[in-house]
């Protein structure tokens, strides 16, 4: 049981230039969720999903994109990466959405760094 | 807006000795408090989740407690370790689905 895993652990990228990040988790979870941490900010929530098929906009989803046609990958995409998307980039899921007492499970995160 | 406000937001503490960090929140309408701790370098792990009727809940050394009345909770660290240095974050769960992080209390612990 790997639980959360998160692909790749760090990644540079140019200012226009795209790419995915990778999520899967093997507990046969519904609810899956992208996070950013920037420094001296709390976790802010990006896209989240209710299950396969089903995705929904975050707190800041602004430059992100995300699809969900697997229970088990929630992948993120940036579109064309910007300096300000220089972040920590978490994934986590749970059996049920975040308004149940289910425990969230996070991965050990995507260091990106936008130059 | 919705709120989560942690204190203090970084301390030093004895190993073997106790702490408390406090978490106050704005956000309604409430479901869940969590307190996660997390490593550095590493994704937050869960501790404790509490829902409205629940005013305590352990975890091991660690010990949460809610006043929803007051929107507070506090989580206590018991008999502390040198492996409890870490950051721990309070998450208010309101609404749909929606999520308030607080930005961390920051612990380290020395020998």
């Known amino acids: 049981n790997a639980g959360v895993t998160q692909t790749p652990k760090f990644q540079v990228l140019k200012t226009g230039q795209s790419m995915t990040l990778q999520c899967a988790q093997d507990m046969n979870h519904e609810y899956m969720s992208w996070y950013r941490q920037d420094p001296g900010m709390g976790l802010r929530l990006i896209h989240y999903?209710?299950?396969?098929?089903?995705?929904d906009q975050g707190e800041v989803p602004n430059g992100y994109n995300v699809s969900r046609s697997t229970t088990e990958d929630f992948p993120l995409r940036l579109l064309s990466a910007a300096p300000s998307q220089t972040s920590v980039y978490f994934c986590a899921s749970s059996y049920s959405g975040t308004s149940g007492a289910d425990t969230q499970y996070f991965g050990p995160g995507t260091r990106l760094t936008v130059l | 807006k919705n709120q989560v406000e942690q204190s203090p937001q970084s301390l030093i503490i004895l190993e073997g000795k106790n702490c408390t960090l406090q978490?106050?929140?704005?956000?309604?309408?409430?479901?869940?408090l969590r307190w996660y701790k997390q490593d550095t370098g590493r994704g937050p792990v869960s501790l404790t989740i509490m829902t409205f009727s629940e005013n305590t809940k352990s975890n091991g050394r660690y010990t949460a407690t809610l006043d929803a009345d007051t929107k507070q909770s506090s989580l206590h660290i018991t008999a502390s370790q040198l492996s409890d240095s870490a950051s721990y974050i309070c998450?208010?769960?309101?609404?749909?689905?929606?999520?308030?992080f607080g930005k961390g209390n920051q612990v380290v612990v020395i020998p």
């Open positions: 978490c106050n929140y704005t956000v309604s309408p409430f479901s869940n």
């Open positions: 999903s209710v299950g396969a098929g089903i995705t």
């Open positions: 998450v208010v769960s309101y609404g749909n689905n929606r999520l308030a």
